[in-house]
């Protein structure tokens, strides 16, 4: 328990992901490759994609409106939106439309941009809200679009990512404290090996005057690097946090990591020392859905009747930024 007295406990959890689908035998009729290929080297077989009629904000409040419900309360009585996305439907954000679709009138909403660390990141920023006694109820979607932003015709890209939202809801307690420990980290020395890049031209407006108009290019990706930076920091990085919560990898009895490779999620595991049993796995049917992807997996480990009331959950994210994040928790009041 936190010197406040007030602690949190996450008691709702829903995800909303598109109907249209992506094999990775569609993927062979835009570039060359091949399911065998793709499955081998990532663990992904298909990814649902959004449709140009559905909008980030309109997968975001469907997850949420199924975390509200699971935690047994309205809209009204939420006092906090915290949307973890970087594909927002407008550049000044998406959060308050959310906020608007869920009717949640009571509710101070914004959007949070920390890429595929995104929804740990706006977690752990949920916690100090509530933990200050600001807010009570915070409700904490994870959501992303990517394929808005995917060349697809780069067959080192367009393979991996999926859209999809998930959402947890946060409660203050008084008599406990489930958010166990975290840790945070940037590295902008890293930033040029995953990027969606603004790119634009000049453009003068009179003499001696010129501005930059333009837009945002596609993503691109050092595949290498990212995947060396993930091996290396997200175990030291989980590590540090079950220090602080003073337990050691054998008292979880879940992981779950950003969903970008299983390669990666392999890799992790062994470094720790976590049974392949204990790791939540997702993304062979939904691909690298970014700041989703934690809440998406959670959501679907809990409906599955995997994850149940009391389970300690490591869970982290990393990604473009760089950034890089771990959260300890217990699942339920």
Request: negative net charge.
């Amino acid at each position: 328990m936190n010197s406040s007295g007030i602690g949190i406990a996450i008691t709702g959890c829903g995800s909303a992901t598109p109907t249209q689908i992506m094999t990775n035998d569609d993927l062979t009729h835009l570039v060359d490759t091949s399911d065998e290929w793709i499955h081998a080297r990532t663990g992904i077989s298909r990814r649902h994609l959004a449709s140009s009629e559905i909008g980030l904000a309109e997968l975001s409040a469907q997850a949420a409106a199924e975390a509200i419900k699971r935690a047994q309360l309205t809209p009204s009585e939420i006092d906090l939106i915290i949307l973890a996305t970087s594909t927002p439907d407008d550049l000044f954000g998406s959060a308050a439309k959310v906020q608007s679709l869920l009717g949640a009138s009571n509710a101070v909403a914004f959007d949070l941009t920390a890429a595929c660390s995104g929804f740990v990141f706006a977690l752990v920023t949920a916690a100090q809200f509530i933990r200050t006694g600001v807010y009570q109820r915070v409700v904490v979607i994870g959501a992303d679009i990517l394929s808005r932003w995917v060349d697809w015709s780069d067959r080192s890209t367009c393979v991996l990512f999926g859209d999809g939202a998930g959402a947890v809801v946060c409660q203050g307690t008084s008599d406990h404290d489930n958010l166990l420990s975290f840790e945070l980290y940037s590295d902008g020395e890293q930033h040029d090996c995953l990027n969606l890049s603004y790119q634009g031209q000049k453009k003068s407006l009179k003499d001696n005057l010129t501005i930059s108009q333009g837009t945002y290019e596609p993503i691109t990706m050092n595949g290498r690097d990212v995947y060396r930076f993930a091996v290396a920091k997200v175990p030291e990085v989980i590590e540090k946090a079950l220090f602080r919560a003073n337990l050691n990898a054998d008292d979880l009895d879940w992981l779950i990591l950003h969903q970008a490779n299983q390669r990666i999620l392999d890799a992790v595991a062994q470094r720790l020392k976590i049974p392949s049993e204990k790791v939540i796995s997702n993304l062979g049917e939904y691909g690298n859905t970014s700041a989703a992807s934690i809440p998406l997996a959670f959501d679907e480990a809990v409906r599955e009747g995997k994850i149940k009331t009391g389970d300690v959950i490591a869970t982290s994210g990393f990604g473009a930024g760089l950034t890089w994040g771990a959260a300890i928790f217990v699942w339920g009041i």
